[in-house]
């Protein structure tokens, strides 16, 4: 079992950066892929971006790519999502994942755990 915990949600403007943590425990978070999705009120959960085990390789949806970006410390057993160039569309609530596939996995079904999520708010 991996647990993972998600944290840095808020409200901010558009135009505003924001950073998400998320903090794994359980088995040995460096042999797990990563990635971030994220769910809108009334829409399915999307990709965002993910990164590979050893954090050399990403890979971000067309619509954050050059605006966020997905890092990890395996010392830390955390991931992070750097949102920059925020808009009122990125709001919804963040969720971090961790999968065995690997970092080219776009699919909720591909990854095994889940976070509980944090809500992210972008006023126009």
């Known amino acids: 079992q991996v647990q993972l915990a998600e944290s840095g949600g808020g409200l901010v403007q558009a135009g505003d950066p924001l950073r998400l943590s998320c903090a794994a425990s359980g088995r040995t978070f460096s042999n797990y892929a990563m990635a971030w999705f994220r769910q809108a009120p009334g829409k399915e959960r999307e990709f965002v971006v993910a990164?590979?085990?050893?954090?050399?390789?990403?890979d971000a949806s067309d619509s954050v790519k050059g605006r966020f970006t997905i890092s990890r410390d395996n010392a830390k057993n955390t991931v992070y999502l750097q949102m920059n160039s925020l808009k009122p569309e990125d709001t919804a609530v963040y969720y971090c994942?961790?999968?065995?596939?690997?970092?080219?996995?776009?699919?909720?079904?591909?990854?095994?755990?889940w976070g509980q999520g944090t809500q992210v708010t972008v006023s126009s």
């Open positions: 990164i590979s085990r050893s954090g050399g390789s990403t």
């Open positions: 994942a961790a999968s065995s596939y690997g970092y080219t996995a776009r699919r909720v079904l591909q990854y095994e755990y």
